[in-house]
């Protein structure tokens, strides 16, 4: 994980630590959404890729993504001159589609609300092209790629005088993040949240064993975390942290990227702002040294203006909380 923490400062500056502070309690929120692809999944794609041997890169990869993992394996591919294929579904964000093209990968669609399995179409494509495949979470480079994010944020949380993050309050979908950060800080208390309906990871951890998401789950606007079952190796991670889970609904993220936007002048998807509306909704309580993670803000323009409009009859009001 320091290896991957040392290739990203290689390439990229840190992305920006934010601090607000709730009843008098600082509270610190790392950027991810200020990433060059507007998330963090460059920074397991970078350390899967650079992996390669030049056989290997030659060949190609192959990853399966809603668009977040989608843009950052194709970042990585363009900057490395490997050709990249993406199993995206069909009614993926404009924006994130539109972000992996524009990174010269290649798009192949797929149905998921007709029930197209992405990882058999994704694997019979690495197959058929001799390419790698590169999974968007249950891998152990990606892993190890995106725990750098931890220590990066301890780095920045100690500069500013805050100490080592004590609590990490971080989006689940797959759960690479998550388990990341979990080994990346292993002193710190960890919190996982979902959306309503696709809480998978946090009812794994209740019950011990992994439990996939329930038939017919909800809509939800948090694309990025529509994982239906999570694997064995982002499980076991956490559950040997003893990590904790929440999940929040719809209108919770609604007033999270409102309140992002208002406070921190932050544009933050529903998936990537699950953390702070954790936070803003009671689910987790503000204390010293808490880290929320901003994973990820690549928006569709239209849908978030809706859910940040402040003139929606339904749209919850932003929390009064004191702040500074």
């Given amino acids: 994980m320091r290896d991957a ?27 991810e959404s200020l990433q060059p692809i507007g998330a963090f999944k460059l920074r397991g794609a970078w350390h899967r890729l650079t992996a390669l041997d030049e056989d290997q890169r030659r060949k190609g990869v192959v ?11 194709a970042w990585a591919a ?12 069909a009614d993926a964000p404009r924006a994130k589609r539109d ?15 007709a029930g197209e399995d992405r990882i058999r179409i994704a694997s019979e494509l690495a197959e058929a092209r001799g390419a790698t495949l590169v999974p ?14 931890a220590i990066e944020a301890r780095r920045q949380m100690e500069a500013m005088g805050l100490g080592e993050p004590s609590h990490v309050v971080v989006p689940c979908g797959g759960g690479g993040l998550a388990s990341g950060i979990a080994l990346g800080l292993s002193e710190a208390r960890i919190t996982i949240v979902e959306p309503e309906g696709w809480d998978d990871m946090c009812r794994s951890l ?12 909800p809509p939800t606007a948090c694309d990025a975390l529509q994982t239906p079952e999570v694997s064995p ?10 990590a904790k889970g929440v999940a929040v609904s719809e209108a919770d993220v609604r007033v999270a990227q409102r309140w992002a936007a208002a406070t921190l002048h932050l544009v933050v998807e529903p998936g990537g702002a699950v953390a702070l509306a954790a936070l803003l909704a009671g689910k987790v309580t503000a204390e010293p040294g808490m880290l929320i993670i901003l994973s990820g803000g690549n928006v569709d323009i239209d849908a978030y203006a809706k859910a940040i409009a402040p003139e929606r009859a339904e749209a919850p009001a932003i929390p009064a909380l004191s702040g500074a």
């Fill in 5 to 31: 923490a040392a290739k990203i400062a290689a390439i990229l500056p840190p992305t920006p630590l934010f601090t607000h502070e709730f009843n008098g309690i600082t509270v610190s929120f790392k950027a």
């Fill in 99 to 113: 972000g992996t093209l524009a990174l010269g990968a290649e798009v192949v669609a797929y149905d998921r609300a």
């Fill in 206 to 217: 209740e019950a011990s064993w992994i439990e996939p998401v329930g038939p017919n789950p």
């Fill in 233 to 242: 190796l982002t499980f076991d991670v956490l559950a040997r942290r003893d």
């Fill in 136 to 149: 968007s979470f249950d891998d152990p480079w990606i892993i190890e790629g995106q725990g750098s994010v």
């Fill in 78 to 89: 363009k900057r490395l001159g490997m050709p990249a294929t993406i199993v995206m579904p």
């Fill in 63 to 73: 990853a399966f993504s809603s668009g977040n993992h989608a843009q950052g394996v």
